[in-house]
């Protein structure tokens, strides 16, 4: 065990500092193609546009100090906009068991952030008990292609999506996780329909899909008929684990701290609150803990053991540290934390503080919500059985 | 001791349910929201006619001389469909300073039409560097002969836009955080100097930014002695925590009711949602916090009707700290177990939830309030 970061992991970070800054977008630029450029370079330093990529694809091959490194960094810098569904979500799964094919296919454009993509798991009656999706998919009978009927929700971006990737049922005669496929199709065709849904800030981010009758060719199917869901699995780990952003965290931290500072209480400021002062260092105290699970967990990775005990709290800990810091950042508001209006009222930070804190409110539904999380704790990591249920 | 109402408070309390029953659905009360003026007039006329406008006024200024309970019953039912007419701003915050503090001929005046719903009130105390302080007031009162002459700021004035007066509170001596040498003024809206920023709030409801210039008062208008304001605002402020906890308890009654019902029609796993142990022993927290805060309320509520200022003041602290705590912690928790239906604009539970966190930020928040039990 040794803390001190070795110099080439230093020089490592001072390479990408250095790249952030000559990458850096500058006013007026066009923004679209100042990101395409972006990543265009990124790739050019060796798979930074990919770093969780293997490099049999295309990804640096990064120790888990230099992945530590580049979250802390990229969680100051301001990167091009980005989604996880294409390079962290469908990307892993099509590497994993996806065809030469549709490898060639799919992944340069993805990587090129030239497409974009949107994941349709969950359905009205299928949320927390995934497995349970109605969604049917029906080959045709001489075997070329699929008719998809159903119905999926929350899907993020659907509205500006390409494609999707999407899991149906072509079987229910056995057990339920059995018979699930996993299919790719693109958002732009007939019998597809997409519906906004208004969430709590009145942001439009995810919606209903409706599909009628789309037709999906059979090279679409990522691997075998009725496996999808072991597939699925496995993109859940993924992303579970990038849902942490304890590097983000700290950075948020720091700014709560800044704002707190520019709020006038009596004849000081709230960051002079004891009150005020004990809730961040709390924050901070939980975060310096679960920075170190997350660099135990990216360790027991690397050494090629499955994801150790410890990165099952990563998603539970670092959602509850989100939100507990909007929520005290709506708190360091004040009465200006209501104010909803075109613009902000009063100071900078209160909208966006209090958007943020209501957005911050799914962080422990998707993804696996905490209460699942936690079962899945108990059963995988505990090691509890139960007796009945 | 006795926790019955008395007859007529069960008539209020039924006719105020029926009238939300009635009317304020959700579907109802998004569309009012959405348009101007933000609530219904006609809702407005009727709070009037069936007499709950006149509610807390003494008899000889024309009300029914109801005190904080008789408060405390039409707002928990308000609570429940989280009503969006200016009852707190009007009857509450600006008829809460004027009956205490307002000359006979200033009442006369201006009473009766607070009562029968033409005139609106409100009561502008908030400044851009106060936060929850409400003796922290730089705008200040000049006099000048025979009026005052207003400069200065207010925020987050809760339905100013809609307001016909406005209760300002302003420094007439002292320094910026003395509680002595704090004056109140009764200021008609369409004074001169006196300009208004207009905007809706996260919970639906409307506020205003006030800026004051050069803005002349007659000394006719004041309320209460001069430098002697604070002891009106702060006697105001306590009758309007009452009033929110009252709000925030039947808000949190239909968090909780709502997320027992909807745990047992969501089926996940072959079971409704109910049926997992984590969610029951979670809904149990939840109601048992509603409990407490329900308990807070009476008591604190009780002690304000007794008389009592100084043991009020006190669980009036107390009150508004549980309240806004656990008003979130059942707001958060009601929404987690919707799951994306919490998330939603479509279900109650994200309203009444954006509800709660507005109420622990009016009149100094869960902190605020506990710090100054504390001290
Ligand atoms: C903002 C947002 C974005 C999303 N984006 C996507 C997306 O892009 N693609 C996609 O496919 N999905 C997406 N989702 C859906 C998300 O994955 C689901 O909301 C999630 O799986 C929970 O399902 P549900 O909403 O049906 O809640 P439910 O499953 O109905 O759960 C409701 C509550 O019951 C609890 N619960 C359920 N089962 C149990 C149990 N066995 N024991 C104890 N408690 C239990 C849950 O923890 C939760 O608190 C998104 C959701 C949101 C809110």
Aim: charged share 25%; glycine share 10%; with cysteine.
């Amino acid at each position: 065990m040794d803390i001190e970061l070795s110099q080439q992991d230093q020089d490592f970070r001072q390479d990408v500092r250095q790249f952030f800054a000559d990458n850096a977008y500058k006013a007026g630029e066009d923004y679209a193609e100042w990101r395409l450029e972006w990543f265009k370079k990124a790739a050019e330093k060796g798979g930074w546009d990919v770093p969780k990529w293997s490099p049999e694809f295309g990804g640096p091959g990064w120790t888990p100090t230099q992945h530590y490194i580049w979250e802390q960094e990229t969680a100051r810098a301001t990167l091009p906009w980005d989604m996880p569904f294409g390079v962290g979500m469908v990307a892993p799964i099509i590497m994993a068991y996806g065809n030469k094919a549709q490898q060639d296919r799919f992944l340069p454009d993805i990587r090129a952030r030239r497409v974009n993509w949107c994941q349709g798991y969950s359905e009205p009656g299928a949320g927390s008990d995934l497995a349970s999706l109605k969604t049917r998919a029906e080959l045709s009978a001489d075997g070329s292609h699929y008719v998809v009927n159903g119905t999926k929700i929350w899907t993020t971006a659907a509205h500006i999506a390409d494609w999707i990737f999407c899991l149906t049922r072509t079987d229910d005669s056995g057990k339920k996780q059995e018979g699930i496929t996993f299919l790719l199709f693109p958002m732009k065709q007939d019998g597809i329909e997409v519906k906004p849904i208004i969430t709590l800030g009145g942001a439009h981010s995810v919606n209903t899909v409706y599909l009628t009758d789309v037709k999906v060719p059979v090279e679409n199917r990522i691997g075998e008929q009725g496996k999808g869901w072991t597939y699925a699995k496995g993109l859940l780990q993924h992303e579970r684990t990038g849902l942490a952003g304890l590097s983000r965290s700290l950075v948020a931290l720091e700014g709560l701290r800044d704002n707190a500072r520019s709020v006038p209480r009596g004849n000081s400021t709230l960051m002079d609150d004891p009150a005020f002062r004990a809730k961040a260092a709390e924050l901070e105290i939980d975060l310096m803990a679960a920075e170190f699970t997350e660099l135990r967990s990216l360790a027991s990775a690397a050494a090629g053991a499955a994801p150790g005990p410890e990165s099952s709290i990563l998603k539970l800990k670092g959602t509850e540290i989100q939100q507990r810091i909007q929520k005290l950042t709506v708190e360091a508001g004040g009465i200006y934390s209501a104010a909803w209006g075109p613009k902000p009222v009063g100071n900078s930070f209160a909208k966006g503080g209090m958007a943020g804190y209501l957005a911050s409110r799914a962080y422990t539904i998707y993804g696996g919500a905490s209460e699942v999380q936690k079962d899945v704790v108990a059963k995988n990591v505990l090691g509890i059985k139960r007796s009945s249920r | 001791m006795n926790f019955e109402l008395s007859e007529e408070q069960q008539l209020i309390q039924d006719s105020v349910a029926r009238f939300v029953q009635e009317n304020y659905g959700l579907e109802a009360r998004v569309a009012l929201a959405a348009k101007d003026p933000g609530f219904s007039t006609t809702h407005w006329q009727t709070m009037a006619e069936l007499g709950w406008l006149a509610l807390p006024f003494a008899e000889a200024d024309g009300g029914f001389g109801g005190n904080q309970i008789d408060v405390m019953v039409i707002m928990e039912q308000f609570g429940k469909g989280l009503i969006l007419e200016p009852y707190l701003a009007s009857i509450v915050m600006g008829g809460g300073a004027l009956k205490r503090g307002a000359s006979a001929a200033l009442k006369e005046e201006i009473l009766a039409g607070v009562i029968d719903g033409t005139y609106q009130l409100t009561l502008a105390y908030a400044e851009p560097q106060s936060r929850f302080d409400l003796h922290d007031v730089t705008t200040s009162a000049r006099v000048d002969g025979d009026s005052f002459v207003i400069n200065g700021a207010k925020s987050m004035v809760l339905n100013a836009s809609t307001a016909s007066h406005i209760v300002v509170s302003a420094r007439t001596g002292g320094g910026q955080i003395d509680e002595s040498g704090i004056s109140l003024f009764l200021l008609n809206a369409d004074t001169d100097g006196l300009t208004r920023e207009d905007f809706p709030t996260v919970d639906g409801l409307r506020a205003s930014e006030l800026a004051f210039k050069d803005v002349r008062i007659g000394a006719d208008r004041l309320i209460g002695e001069v430098d002697k304001g604070y002891e009106i605002l702060n006697a105001t402020a306590n009758d309007a925590i009452l009033a929110l906890a009252a709000e925030a308890v039947g808000a949190m009654e239909v968090l909780y009711k709502d997320t027992v019902a909807y745990t047992q029609e969501r089926e996940q796993f072959g079971h409704p949602l109910s049926d997992f142990q984590v969610l029951q022993h979670r809904m149990v927290d939840m109601f048992m916090e509603y409990e407490q805060c329900k308990s807070m309320l009476y008591r604190a509520t009780m002690e304000a009707a007794a008389g009592d200022p100084e043991t009020a003041q006190r669980t009036i602290h107390a009150l508004k700290h549980i309240v806004g705590k656990y008003g979130i912690f059942i707001g958060e928790n009601a929404v987690q177990l919707h799951g994306g239906m919490g998330m939603t604009e479509e279900l109650r539970v994200g309203h009444y939830f954006k509800r709660m966190l507005v109420i622990d930020s009016q009149f100094g928040n869960a902190d605020y309030h506990l710090q100054k039990f504390a001290a």
